[in-house]
């Protein structure tokens, strides 16, 4: 998300026209406000440190976010297809902090998953300018969105966690119970393969599928001989 407005304010993300100039840059400050906003809000080391990400691993999401949103961005411009970082970023934590399943899911959503949310909000401001909306209006928008709807959903699920009994139990419920308790099983499959596993033990030294980390050379390389 604090890519967003950084992409714009340095001209890689925006289209001089008239329209463009006619609204203006956003403030200078909108950058560095959201991002302090949402990182003094993140909550990696609350609840008993039970994310297990440390800070470090914080910062480096935020990066790979940040430099990924630009190629990823032209990329889904030209091709309509957008290239997921999911499991290079569970691939990369899984290598740095092995045996952490928590902090496998944690980094790939603030890696990849911020990534494709800024790419959506770069989606809504080009038919806000479209629209000749401000791009300060724009910027608030989603920012209170942002605060408002991951609010509600950490409430939601914190009160239904605290005040329904056997909530992943289902077949403790009474009968006619609306309660279903449906699970993510990506997110918990992930954590288990990258996080509990570890590549390491798949295409490190310790794996049997060591012979297959070439077809990262030669991914790289093929473009160059088409």
């Given at each position: 998300?604090?890519?967003?407005?950084?992409?714009?304010?340095?001209?890689?993300?925006?289209?001089?026209?008239?329209?463009?100039?006619?609204?203006?840059?956003?403030?200078?400050?909108?950058?560095?406000?959201?991002?302090c906003?949402?990182?003094?809000?993140?909550?990696?080391?609350?609840?008993?440190?039970?994310?297990?990400?440390?800070?470090?691993?914080?910062?480096f999401?935020?990066?790979i976010a940040l430099?990924?949103?630009?190629?990823?961005?032209?990329?889904?411009?030209?091709t309509?297809q957008?290239?997921?970082?999911?499991?290079?970023?569970?691939?990369?934590?899984?290598?740095l902090?092995?045996?952490?399943?928590?902090?496998?899911?944690?980094?790939?959503?603030?890696?990849?998953?911020?990534?494709?949310?800024?790419?959506?909000?770069?989606?809504?401001?080009?038919?806000?300018?479209?629209?000749?909306?401000?791009p300060?209006?724009?910027?608030?928008?989603?920012?209170?969105?942002?605060?408002?709807?991951?609010?509600?959903?950490?409430?939601?699920?914190?009160?239904?966690?605290?005040?329904?009994?056997?909530i992943?139990?289902?077949?403790?419920?009474?009968?006619?119970?609306?309660?279903?308790?449906?699970?993510?099983?990506?997110?918990?499959?992930?954590?288990?393969?990258w996080?509990?596993?570890?590549?390491?033990?798949?295409?490190?030294?310790?794996?049997?599928?060591?012979?297959?980390?070439?077809?990262?050379?030669?991914?790289?390389?093929?473009?160059?001989?088409?």
């Open positions: 998300m604090p890519v967003t407005l950084g992409l714009i304010l340095s001209g890689l993300a925006g289209i001089e026209d008239l329209i463009g100039s006619l609204l203006g840059p956003p403030p200078d400050g909108a950058v560095a406000a959201k991002y906003c949402v990182r003094g809000l993140d909550g990696q080391d609350g609840f008993g440190k039970q994310l297990q990400l440390p800070y470090w691993a914080l910062l999401a935020g990066a430099i990924f949103t630009l190629p990823v961005g032209i990329i889904q411009a030209t309509n957008q290239v997921g970082l999911n499991v290079i970023t569970e691939l990369i934590i899984g290598y902090y092995p045996g952490k399943p928590q902090a496998n899911v944690a980094f790939k959503t603030y890696g990849y998953t911020s990534m494709t949310q800024a790419i959506m909000f770069l989606q809504d401001f080009k038919p806000g300018q479209y629209m000749k909306i401000p300060k209006s724009m910027f608030l928008v989603q920012l209170v969105g942002t605060i408002v709807a991951s609010s509600v959903y950490f409430v939601t699920a914190w009160w239904l966690l605290t005040t329904v009994k056997n992943c139990h289902p077949d403790r419920f009474p009968d006619g119970s609306p309660c279903t308790c449906p699970g993510d099983d990506v997110f918990y499959n992930a954590s288990i393969i996080g509990v596993v570890g590549p390491l033990r798949m295409f490190g030294r310790l794996g049997l599928y060591i012979r297959m980390n070439w077809f990262f050379l030669i991914g790289l390389l093929s473009p160059f001989l088409v």
